[in-house]
Structures are given as C-alpha cells and as structure tokens.
C-alpha cells in the first residue's frame, strides 16, 4: 500500500498562549475519502543541548515540571525564540541562561518531531563539548533550576533507574550514542 498525504479541507485557530496555538482541522482520507478533525499545536522549534565538560561530566539540570508534578532530571533546552534563526545559537543561550556554562564547541547531532500525530514543531539535538562554567544561571521567571553534573560513567545508570524520564532528553542521547557510532576513529 502506498501512503499519501491528507487533502486539507479547512483549518481554524482555536486558541492563541504566548508558546503554543491550537488549531482543527478537517482532512479527507486518501484511502477512505472520510473526513476527519484533528487538534494541532503550534509551538516554536525547540533546541536540546548535551553539555560535556573536559573531564567527562554531563551538564544537567533539576527543574519542577507541571505536566509531571515533579523534579525532572534533564540536559538544557528549550525554545528557539522568534528572533533567532540559527538552532545553534540557541542552543548556546540555553546552555548559558540554565547553567552558566559555555561551550568550545557545538555541532548538531539530531533533529525529531516531539510528536508529530498532534505538533507541529521540531527539536534541534546539539552536543556541546568543552563545556566550562563562565557566569551565574539567568533563568526566565517560570523556571527554578538547580544544576547537575554528573560523570558520563553514571548516565546509563541514571536511565536504567528512571532517573532521566524525559522523552526527547532521552531522544537526545539516542541521537549522541548514534553519532559517537557512526563517526570515523583517527
């Protein structure tokens, strides 16, 4: 069978937040010619970042989040703001605002669709490497961070006992196993 896209058949804005719009929409299936709605959101790209400092510890970040109501262990991330163009030098603003670390180097190592059946957007996994503190946290007035470092040695570990729960912080490491993999040894 051959899969192809959706005939668009209206759309409409629901709602409009400062990070997120909702739209339905009405599409026709290829297959069945039903037509059907869907919820969409909209929300800016965002980026994630994997600080690595130069003795071997990942830079993370404790913060309370309200989907979960909880503490959440992560890597730095968040929204690529509407006046950057480049997911690189966002992810360098997160690294900086949620940590206070700076990096030597940042190369991307991933894109994905944090759930494409419903969102719009996509997020930029970056490995930053050289990773040293240069400044103290400048957290927006919704955050409360406590940073976290922890040696590479101890990640599996973290995951392996639920410790690092969110999905594309998870994602990002999968991107990062994926690239020390594929690249060439010299």
């Given amino acids: 069978m051959t ?10 804005t629901l ?5 997120f719009h909702v739209r339905k929409a009405r599409r026709r299936s290829p297959r069945t010619g039903a037509d059907i709605g869907f919820f969409l959101l909209d929300t800016p790209n965002w ?14 970040v404790r913060q309370y989040r309200h989907g979960s109501e909880r503490v959440s262990l992560e890597i730095p991330g ?5 006046h950057e163009t480049d997911p690189a030098a966002a992810a360098a603003r997160e690294l900086r605002e949620e940590t206070g670390y700076e ?9 994905m669709n ?3 059946s419903m969102m719009t957007n996509q997020c930029f996994a970056f490995l930053a490497t050289g990773c040293r503190r240069t400044g103290d946290l ?26 690092i729960e969110h999905a594309i912080v998870l994602a ?3 991107f990062w196993r994926a690239h020390l993999a594929t690249r060439p040894t010299t």
């Fill in 3 to 12: 899969l192809h896209a959706w005939q668009q058949l209206s759309i409409e």
């Fill in 15 to 19: 709602v409009q937040y400062k990070v």
């Fill in 47 to 60: 980026v994630n970042v994997l600080p690595i400092t130069d003795d071997g510890h990942v830079v993370m």
């Fill in 78 to 82: 968040g929204l690529i703001d509407a």
């Fill in 103 to 111: 990096a030597a180097h940042i190369e991307r190592i991933g894109v």
């Fill in 114 to 116: 944090p759930n494409p």
């Fill in 138 to 163: 400048q957290m927006d007035p919704g955050e409360d961070i406590e940073v976290v470092t922890l040696p590479l040695t101890e990640l599996d570990a973290c995951i392996a006992r639920g410790d």
């Fill in 172 to 174: 990002t490491l999968c």
